[in-house]
């Protein structure tokens, strides 16, 4: 099918690549022979560090420029094949400062679409998240592709976050209406892995519980633990986003979660397990003024549409993308990573 993009011999951009799910990406394309990946970035989070393995790679190159700046964005993606859109403001950032938030989510994303469209890419993967279907209350059960939205009890933040990957995901629509712009939206969920960073409340909290530890301090648990976390691991979604540029899909959005959800206590005692042990969890209530993402009840992020429209399904456990995540930590690069913690 015309949609379909071959990663060798093939140039890309991943904009928003100085990041979590970008380096991994970029990793992932140069392994299969991508011809030269653009990594385009203003650094507003991301950093050196998170690329830092990559930078000396002969056919990456490292862009600073701005999505929302059309000049550095037409510049950047002049003669690709292929376009990833990760450049975004997540939750906890988005409540900092709702108005950049919406700028890069939205306008950011309409930029990225007219650099394509001027530049003739041929298709352009958009990161979503599974905050499409709301936070609170009404999230629970089964969330496919369809679930509707759930706003009523969830902070602000979350709904403006989640309401703006909304946006962004029609706005690739209405571009493959109006002029036929190839696109898959992948609807991330939790991301975690090696490069962590502490923007997203959710990977957060593994991060958190793992440094608890190492302090030999108890682990916290809000609530009972029986809330239900869905997490995916970066190298599945470095996977998945190289096969969306190489399937023949398009015009279609996508859940990609991990292979099955957890519990806040699960989780918890699985990281003090393969830290060796630690202090027995200690469950609080809520923390005052910190911004969390909580759900109705238990709840899977369905998955088996990616396996359909692109052929992708999560292939690393929790118990390994956890060992993974720990093992980087415990390297120098996780360590030095510490030290950008403010970002
Ligand atoms: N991390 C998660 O748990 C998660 C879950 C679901 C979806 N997502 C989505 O996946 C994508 C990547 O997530 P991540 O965790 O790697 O994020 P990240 O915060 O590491 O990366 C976002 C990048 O965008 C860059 N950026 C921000 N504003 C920009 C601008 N104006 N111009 C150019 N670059 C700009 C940042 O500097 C950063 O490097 C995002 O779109 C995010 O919404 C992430």
Redesign the pocket.
């Known amino acids: 099918m015309a949609a379909s993009v071959p990663i060798a011999g093939n140039r890309f951009a991943i904009?928003?690549?100085?990041?979590?799910?970008?380096s991994a990406t970029a990793g992932e394309l140069l392994d299969h022979g991508a011809a030269e990946v653009v990594l385009?970035?203003?650094?507003?989070?991301?950093s050196d560090a998170?690329i830092a393995h990559l930078k000396d790679h002969p056919r990456l190159r490292l862009v600073r420029?701005?999505?929302?700046r059309m000049a550095d964005l037409l510049r950047a993606t002049e003669g690709l094949a292929g376009v990833l859109q990760?450049?975004?403001?997540?939750t906890l950032s988005m409540d900092r400062d709702p108005w950049s938030g919406l700028d890069?989510n939205i306008r950011?994303v309409q930029n990225v679409l007219e650099a394509c469209r001027a530049n003739g890419v041929r298709k352009l993967v958009f990161?979503?998240?599974?905050?499409t279907y709301g936070y609170g209350p009404g999230v629970a059960g089964e969330l496919v592709e369809d679930t509707p939205f759930h706003s009523a009890g969830a902070p602000p933040a979350a709904i403006l976050y989640g309401a703006s990957?909304i946006i962004g995901e029609q706005l690739c629509r209405d571009a493959y209406r109006k002029w036929g712009q190839d696109y898959v939206v992948l609807r991330?969920?939790?991301?975690y892995g090696e490069r962590q960073?502490y923007?997203?409340a959710?990977?957060l909290y593994i991060i958190e519980t793992i440094d608890r530890l190492r302090r030999g301090e108890a682990p916290q648990v809000f609530g009972d633990g029986s809330e239900t976390k869905h997490f995916v691991y970066v190298g599945d979604l470095a996977r998945a986003n190289r096969m969306a540029f190489e399937s023949g899909a398009t015009d279609v959005a996508v859940n990609t979660s991990g292979p099955a959800p957890t519990t806040t206590l699960e989780l918890v005692q699985l990281v003090t397990e393969l830290l060796g042990g630690g202090k027995a969890p200690e469950f609080i209530g809520a923390e005052p003024g910190k911004v969390r993402l909580t759900s109705g009840g238990a709840f899977r992020i369905a998955h088996e549409a990616a396996k359909a429209a692109i052929g992708w399904a999560p292939e690393v456990d929790m118990r390994e993308g956890l060992r993974r995540l720990i093992a980087w930590r415990d390297g120098n690069e996780g360590r030095n990573s510490n030290e950008e913690r403010g970002a």
């Open positions: 904009i928003g690549g100085a990041s979590l799910v970008g385009f970035d203003n650094f507003a989070f991301g998170a420029g701005d999505v929302m990760l450049a975004a403001y997540m890069v950011g990161a979503s998240s599974n905050a990957k991330y969920s939790t991301v960073h923007r997203a959710n990977a």
